[in-house]
């Protein structure tokens, strides 16, 4: 059983950074891929960024490739999220998520844990 907490969120103007962080338990943390994904207001939950067990392999949505990094501390058991020349269209909370096959999954059902969310709100 792994539980994920973020924190990190807030309100912020566009154009500025915010660097969202998820402590997890579990002795077998370092073995597993590890996701950010997001859900606005009437929207469905939408893929962010991804790390492999190593942090060997990312990816990225899109609409956040070279504004957003995933990075992880295995020896903290965190994973990270640095968010930067943020938007509006990025207003939404914030969910990370953790799967068993160490890999840099893109898709929602490929992960089995998830964390509460963090708030993200982004002011024009």
């Known amino acids: 059983q792994v539980q994920l907490v973020e924190s990190g969120g807030g309100l912020v103007q566009a154009g500025g950074s915010l660097r969202l962080s998820c402590a997890a338990s579990?002795?077998?943390?370092?073995?597993?891929?590890l996701g950010w994904f997001r859900q606005a207001p009437g929207k469905e939950r939408e893929f962010v960024a991804a790390?492999?067990?190593?942090?060997?392999?990312?990816d990225y949505a899109d609409s956040v490739k070279g504004r957003f990094t995933i990075s992880r501390e295995n020896a903290k058991n965190t994973v990270y999220l640095q968010m930067n020349s943020l938007k509006p269209d990025d207003t939404a909370v914030y969910y990370c998520?953790?799967?068993?096959?160490?890999?840099?999954?893109?898709?929602?059902?490929?992960?089995?844990?998830w964390g509460q969310g963090t708030q993200v709100t982004v002011s024009s």
């Open positions: 998520a953790a799967q068993r096959y160490g890999v840099a999954g893109t898709r929602s059902y490929e992960y089995v844990y």
């Open positions: 579990g002795r077998t943390f370092s073995s597993y891929g």
């Open positions: 790390i492999s067990w190593s942090g060997s392999k990312t």
